[in-house]
Every structure is written in C-alpha cells, then in structure tokens.
C-alpha cells in the first residue's frame, strides 16, 4: 500500500466533558448526545457498529440502525436467521458503537440481547414503507445468491403477491432489545487526552461513574 496513513491525523477541540456534566443515568446523556447528532445532521446519526461473536469465539461487525430506545433498551431489527441472528441465537452478549465524527464523539455500549415480542415487531414492520416490507421477505440476508438480477425478479413477484393486501411480516424478520451493562462516552480532545467516562450498571440497577484514562 503506497499510501502514507502515519500522516493521517486530526486534532480535536470542539468540546470537553467533565463529571460536573454527566447525569447519574447514562440514558440521559444518551438522550442529549444523540438529539444534538440529529439536530446538528449528522451523517447517518442512529448509525450503530454492532458486534457479536460467533459459536466458534470469532467477533463480527456490521452497521444497523437504531428504531428505538425504550425502558433503558436500545432496540434494533433485522433478520433472525442473518449472521448476527444465528451468533445472538447461541450468545446473546453484544456490542453497539455510535461514532459521531462531526461532533468528535463516540458512545460504546455492551451488554445483552433479546428478542421483542411478536406484537412488537408487526407494529414496527408494519410501520415500514412498501418496499422495504417486500424487501425483508425476500432477502436470504447473509446468504450467497447468484445474482442481483435474481434478487430483484423475486422483489417483482413477491411484490405482485402482496398487491393491494397487507404484508405479513416473516418469522424470520423481528427485533431485538439490549440491555446494556456497560456504557462508555468519549468526547475527542486535544493532544489525544480524550475525555472518557463509564457507566457500569450495579446490582441495585444503578450505575457506577469512571472517568477512564485516554
């Protein structure tokens, strides 16, 4: 690679962040981080990196969408038999990272997932445009497939099938709540001395306040 990545760097100094500023609840903080991405149009702001790890202790990432965040859960869709459904299906522990560039600030959440109920997951499906509905059922998501042709032939019939009636939302198709057990927020400054602090929840469904090294 002839590209010079060493010199690739930029400073940070929009904001600071000191334990005077941050709530004892952690979804507060959240609440104020993530309204001021979307205010400010930040570029994809419930953008979430979420990890998992496979049966055989491998981790794997991909980007999901955040849809909500409700009784101290953040609450994300997908395919159930995707490569994420079947690592959450044998280990529900799992990661989710917001990175807000523009704002020079990262939210780094772990804790643990699981399904939401049937009713949930229709009312949420169901609030889905047309096509992303016929695109859920249609799509083997994680699977190889021959050909981008093939998948559009089956959006065109799957989509003829469902004319004029509601979609059924797959079986296969559904969210997921996470409970997270541990919540860093990390705000970029100056000479790399970032400020990081971390929620730890307590056994008593508190949580306990560090301010981590950079």
Known sequence: MD?????VRQEYTKRGLSRNQIPDNPFLLFEQWLGQAISQEVNE?????VGTVSPEGHPSTRTVLLKEVVDQKFVFY????????????ENPAISLSFVWHELERQVHIE????????????????????KSQIGARISPQSQ???????LMREFVKESAKWMGREIERPNNWGGYEVEPI??????G??????????????ANNSWKINRLAP
């Open 3 to 7: 590209l010079n990545l060493r010199s």
């Open 45 to 49: 702001p419930t953008a979430m990196l």
């Open 78 to 89: 997908t395919n159930y038999l995707s490569r994420k459904g079947k690592h959450i299906a």
């Open 111 to 130: 804790g643990f997932a699981k399904p939401l109920s049937p009713t949930i997951s229709d009312e949420y499906y169901h609030s889905r445009p047309y």
């Open 144 to 150: 190889p497939i021959p050909s981008r042709f093939k």
């Open 182 to 187: 541990r919540i860093e927020f990390w705000q």
């Open 189 to 202: 400054r100056p000479s790399r001395l970032h400020d990081r602090f971390l929620y730890e929840k307590e």
